[in-house]
């Protein structure tokens, strides 16, 4: 059977997301840190305006964004969230519902938006940030936007 080397590719890009989550938080797991990509997208994703959402997946490399959209409902966006306490407890929800209640939420989310820095170009990692809310932003790694 002849492999299609854009789908190996597309998985390989998983991993690589996937071993920079482990690496920004120290973890060496990669379901736990498939965990904190899937919740911290998600909640991302719900937080930026509609236009947002579709700007930034157009970024995303194919299976990152399928993770990306994932029991996305557009109607309900965006939520906006004010506190960062309501962002994390959002988080730490989907967590728990990917099984991984253990993970910290605050570590999960930073470590995402570390990784997502990196793999996006700088004017889209500042749209990105100039979207969120002033909650999200708390627990944003913004020192990687001086770097990229």
């Known amino acids: 059977m002849k492999r299609i080397s854009s789908i190996n590719h597309a998985g390989q890009e998983v991993y690589e997301w996937l071993n920079e989550i482990n690496k920004a938080t120290g973890w060496k797991n ?11 997208l998600r909640l991302l994703r719900d937080n930026l305006t509609l236009e947002g ?30 506190a960062i306490e309501d962002f994390l407890q959002n988080l730490s929800q989907l967590l728990e519902d990917y099984n991984h209640s ?3 939420p605050e570590l999960a989310a930073t470590s995402v938006f570390k990784t997502l820095m990196k793999k996006v170009d700088k004017g889209e990692a500042h749209k990105i940030y100039s979207q969120l ?9 913004t020192d990687i936007l001086t770097k990229i």
């Open 102 to 104: 253990e993970l910290d």
């Open 30 to 40: 990669t379901t736990a840190a498939y965990a904190a990509l899937r919740a911290t």
């Open 53 to 82: 959402s579709a700007k930034l997946a157009t970024k995303l490399p194919p299976l990152i964004r399928g993770i990306f959209y994932e029991n996305w409902h557009p109607v309900d966006q965006p939520l906006r969230e004010r």
């Open 133 to 141: 809310p002033k909650g999200i932003k708390k627990i944003f790694p």
